[in-house]
């Protein structure tokens, strides 16, 4: 394991109130190896030179704890948007696992984004965490097809393990979810990609399923992007750059037709879909420190 220095590790999210009800964000990796050929986390904007190589923090659990105990707030910290905390390298150095033990010693709630099936390994500390304040959980999946999903997500583990992390997260009272992003325009913004990965979520008994319906493509990420789509798809860059050129965003040409279906399935399902009705159905008033003198 390679380290980089860093002043903090927790930073208060402005925005986060708005995002699955985040209060704060944390990455205590950088990097990642899991070489899904969408993602965003390799843009320059996040200055991370060698995205493969994946990277912690020095004395990390040190920093996190000083951080921790001088917060009043006890508010939910958001691990993993920007690096997976479950990579190949958690395993070994249990820095995650490190860093959820000081969340719950510390009284604070966790919002979670992973495509790993380490996160199993933790259901105690999240059990744990839950009893005093809140615990959200967001497994990643793109694609309901195990033979797609390989070639956009090479190193992770099958969309079909994902769902089942979904479902054995729930069966251990833990809240968790299906996070369908990005929604690739030309390859799986499709109607039966949508109604299969809602229909799988219900099945695996997943509390939400939340999507923004496109994809983001910055500088460098949009050159990655389009070398590996051509492996794939021969030529399809080329519509890619006709109908969007260099915008930020790139939504489905049937944008709002396969949001419609996507509500339509989730409603369906009994499924949550609307952000602000998750955030509403995982929290419950954690009480403050004046609160509990109160008391």
């Not at 993602?39 to 659990?61: G, Q, T």
């Not at 707030?73 to 033990?101: C, H, M, Q, W």
């Amino acid at each position: 394991m390679d380290y980089v220095k860093t002043r903090t590790i927790m930073t208060k999210s402005d925005q986060g109130k708005r995002w699955f009800g985040i209060d704060y964000h944390m990455n205590l990796y950088k990097g990642c190896s899991y070489g899904c050929i969408y993602c965003d986390s390799r843009s320059d904007a996040y200055h991370i030179d060698n995205f493969e190589k994946i990277v912690s923090k020095v004395n990390a659990l040190e920093i996190l704890e000083e951080e921790l105990a001088k917060k009043q707030y006890k508010g939910v910290v958001s691990f993993g948007t920007l690096s997976d905390p479950y990579n190949e390298k958690e395993e070994k150095y249990k820095i995650t696992r490190g860093a959820l033990e000081l969340i719950k010693k510390y009284g604070f709630g966790v919002s979670i984004d992973t495509k790993s099936d380490l996160i199993l390994r933790d259901i105690d500390l999240l059990k744990d965490i839950q009893i005093n304040n809140n615990v959200i959980i967001k497994v990643s999946i793109t694609t309901y097809d195990d033979k797609l999903g390989k070639v956009l997500e090479p190193k992770v583990i099958s969309s079909s393990k994902r769902f089942e992390i979904v479902k054995k997260l729930n069966e251990n009272g833990i809240y968790a979810g299906v996070l369908m992003m990005p929604v690739l325009p030309f390859v799986t913004d499709t109607e039966e990609n949508i109604k299969n990965c809602v229909k799988r979520a219900k099945e695996n008994e997943a509390k939400f399923i939340y999507t923004k319906m496109g994809m983001t493509l910055r500088k460098k990420v949009r050159e990655y992007y389009y070398e590996h789509l051509d492996e794939i798809y021969p030529g399809l860059s080329n519509d890619y750059q006709s109908v969007y050129e260099k915008n930020l965003v790139c939504n489905p040409l049937k944008y709002r037709d396969l949001l419609e279906v996507f509500i339509n399935e989730c409603n369906n399902n009994h499924i949550l879909c609307d952000m602000s009705e998750i955030i509403a159905d995982y929290k419950r008033e954690i009480p403050t420190r004046e609160q509990i003198s109160l008391f």
